[in-house]
Each structure stands twice: as structure tokens, then as C-alpha cells.
């Protein structure tokens, strides 16, 4: 990060292929089981596909896309990072604000997403953000780890 810069100057914008080699280093520093390049190349041109950029370098990420079904359109945020020298900022809320507020946009009514049980960070952020436990999914993960569903239905007046 140059002297001058902090996280007040970060800017979330859509992902683009250019910036898919940085998301996916960020994402083998994060991740045991980290996504790999051409998983995160199907999402780019998706709205929710979002970075958070400071200074031409990928310092956060969000992944999220939606289905359509004959009656309501669900929302999947299907990944969240933010590099662990800017953590605690704010980045990971805002990701996650911008990517909820474009799957409404795009009609969604419904949105989950899967997260570790363990993972006591992200878990608080999610039920800040609203979203509540719907189902526990025993050895969800490889290592044996069970998944807490979550989901988000906004009320609409
Ligand atoms: C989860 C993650 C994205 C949060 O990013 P972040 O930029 O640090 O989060 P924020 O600064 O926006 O914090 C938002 C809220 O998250 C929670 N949170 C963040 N860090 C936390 C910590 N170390 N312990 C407990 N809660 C924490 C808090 O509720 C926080 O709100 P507060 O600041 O009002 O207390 C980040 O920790 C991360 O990349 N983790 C590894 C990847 C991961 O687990 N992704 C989620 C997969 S489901």
C-alpha cells in the first residue's frame, strides 16, 4: 500500500478477467480449499462479482450469482475474502452489503450461503447483515467440518 493510502480509498467495482490471478492468490492464502482460477473465470461478468481494489491491487473479494425458478429467484453468496492485512476495516461488511444490494436488484428474494461452523468472524458479520440459520449440514467440508446454512429474506413493504 502506498504511505498516503488507507482504506477510506479502497473502491468495490465488478471483478474483470484481469483481476482473477490476484483473487486467486488472495484465495490460497485464505482458503484450505481454495477455488481455483477457472472456477472464479465462470463468474466474471456476473453483477455480484465484486473486488475491492486499493492501489491496483485486489485486497477483498465477493462471489455471489442467483437462479431463477418459476416462482422466486434465490441468491447465493458462494464466496467472501478480504487479504488478512486489511481485516477488520469494514471491507468484508461492504462486500457483502454490495453484493446483497445487487442480487436485490436483480430480483432476489431469498439468499444463502454456506459457512464453517467454526468460523466465528464471518458468522457474526452474516448475522449482522441479517441473515439467520436455516439448517446445519454435517462433514459439509472435506476435513469433516459441518456447515451452518444461512439465509437472508429481506422483508419487502
Ligand atoms: C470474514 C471476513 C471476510 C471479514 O472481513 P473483514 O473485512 O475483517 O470484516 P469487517 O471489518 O467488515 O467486520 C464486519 C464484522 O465481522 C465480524 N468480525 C470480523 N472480524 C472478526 C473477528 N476477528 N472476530 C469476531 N468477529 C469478527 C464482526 O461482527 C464485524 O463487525 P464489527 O466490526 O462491528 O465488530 C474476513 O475475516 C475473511 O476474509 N475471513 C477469511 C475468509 C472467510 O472466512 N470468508 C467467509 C467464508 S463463508
Do not use: C
Not at 471483478?15 to 472464479?40: N, Q
Not at 473465470?41 to 455480484?48: K, N, Q, S
Amino acid at each position: 500500500m502506498a504511505t498516503d493510502s488507507t482504506v477510506d480509498d479502497v473502491a468495490i467495482r465488478p471483478a474483470t478477467r484481469a483481476d482473477l490471478l490476484d483473487i486467486s492468490r488472495l484465495e490460497t492464502r485464505v482458503f484450505d480449499e481454495p477455488w481455483s482460477y477457472s472456477a472464479f473465470e465462470g463468474f466474471v461478468g456476473e453483477p455480484a462479482f465484486l473486488i475491492a481494489e486499493l492501489d491496483g491491487s485486489v485486497v477483498g473479494y465477493v462471489v455471489a450469482d442467483w437462479t431463477a425458478t418459476y416462482n422466486r429467484d434465490f441468491g447465493h453468496i458462494k464466496d467472501l475474502a478480504v487479504d488478512p492485512a486489511f481485516r477488520g476495516h469494514g471491507l468484508g461488511r461492504s462486500l457483502l452489503q454490495r453484493a446483497v444490494s445487487q442480487l436485490l436488484v436483480e430480483g432476489v428474494r431469498s439468499i444463502k450461503l454456506e459457512v464453517r461452523e467454526s468460523n466465528t468472524p464471518a458468522r457474526r458479520l452474516y448475522v449482522e447483515e441479517g441473515f439467520e440459520a436455516f439448517r446445519r449440514i454435517p462433514r459439509y467440508y472435506s476435513d469433516g467440518e459441518a456447515a451452518l446454512v444461512l439465509v437472508f429474506e429481506p422483508v419487502f413493504g
